[in-house]
């Protein structure tokens, strides 16, 4: 759909959950399409082409209370609604490419005690016509952790916070999404990453939360494998870490091994220094690691040849020395660009001895060949046979 959104929608009395997402409107949202409303519970808004302007008064009260709330792509006047600040029983806050900036006012860190996921961040692609950047300056409030105890997922990607990030960050035992790339904070936090409590066990699911599941597609836009990837999935079953492009100075501290179900760390464009610690090797379920352009230095641990759900890694561009591993899946990263960057590195895969070729290998060569060329898409899958079958691997599923 596409035009200007009409004044009618306010007459709906008994509408519980309002989804306007994925269209492209245009003008003004105001007040007066909510006057009507005593019952909603869930709303969602985006326009794709970035036309609307959401301009409701700061004294406005609503009448309905909601648990759920998506802005996308919509341009909020600079400021964070006030009308929000009544609304004590959000589960969900998600407001992206909103144009806000500024400081943000500390009733927002005490908005809501059940809130589970807090998504402020930017995820403007660069391309797009229209910037409207979320922009805050401020620092991440020291009082997060015990304002928000059940805080589950934390986006905060893509503004300008600054400052320390104090340690009752800890106070979050339930936080399984952890998002400050592209900020400028500074200090330690990795530190304080054996508190996580929700990264040391496996998730445990109540039945009161399939009603949010039911309004709310949960979802959230995750830096993955180096790209954007948007998890449209059970947000309690992904468990990711994304502190890239900041100003963190400290080593890798040993107690990230605590973080048993961690699936995804993203440290890269940083300053850490220090080894690789030989401990790593606990985090068995961890499928992405980038740890690229810091200062780390040292050898990568053999041990790390263990983590064999490991199926990206990057350490470019640090000063890493020794040989690379050889063993398990450290035989599929075939990318010669993620070890890119310092000249350290002795690569045992190009010192083996050259034999010649028997007819038993080039009938593997021929065959992994053609295996190479086998693709298959539907639903969105992309299935394909990764160039090691021969070795064992076999099929894989690329999200």
Partial sequence: MD?????????????????????????????THFLGQKKLESFSISSLRMFLSINISHDWIPSFNLKEIQITDCDLQSMFPAWLKPQKSLYFLIFKNTAISGN???????????????????????EHPL???????????????????????????????TGNISERLCS???????????????????SYFGYFSKLKSPPIYFPQV??????????????????????????GIVNVINLSRNNFMEEIPEEISNLAYLGSL????????????????????????????????????????????????NLSHNDLSGPIPTANQFQTYNDPSI????????????QQSVQPPTMRTIQELRMMK?????????DGFILQWHQNLLLGFGLFVEL
């Fill in 210 to 235: 399939l009603y949010s599941l039911v309004l709310y597609e949960e979802k959230m836009d995750l830096v993955m494998k180096g790209r954007q990837v948007e998890q449209i999935r059970i947000l």
């Fill in 104 to 126: 943000i006012s500390d009733w927002i860190w005490q908005l809501s005690p059940q809130l589970t996921s807090l998504d402020l961040s930017d995820l403007q692609e660069i």
């Fill in 266 to 313: 993203n440290s890269s464009w940083n300053q850490l220094t220090g080894k690789i610690p030989e401990k790593l090797k606990d985090l068995k379920l961890l499928e992405t690691l980038d740890l690229s352009s810091n200062h780390l230095s040292g050898p990568i641990p053999p041990s790390m040849t263990s983590m064999t759900l490991l199926n990206y890694l």
């Fill in 339 to 350: 070890y890119g960057g310092t000249l350290n590195f002795v690569d045992l895969h190009y």
């Fill in 131 to 161: 910037s409207w950047r979320n922009k805050f300056t401020d620092s991440i409030s020291e009082w997060i952790g015990e304002s928000m105890p059940t805080l589950e997922g934390l986006g905060l990607r893509g503004n300008m916070f």
């Fill in 3 to 31: 035009g200007i959104i009409p004044d009618s929608i306010g007459h709906l009395p008994n509408l519980i959950s309002l989804d306007l997402t994925q269209n492209s409107w245009k003008g003004v949202l105001s007040e």
């Fill in 172 to 190: 979050l035992v339930d936080l399984h999404i952890l998002d400050l790339a592209e900020n400028n904070p500074s200090g330690f936090i990795l």
């Fill in 370 to 378: 053609v295996a190479t060329k086998i693709g298959l898409k539907c």
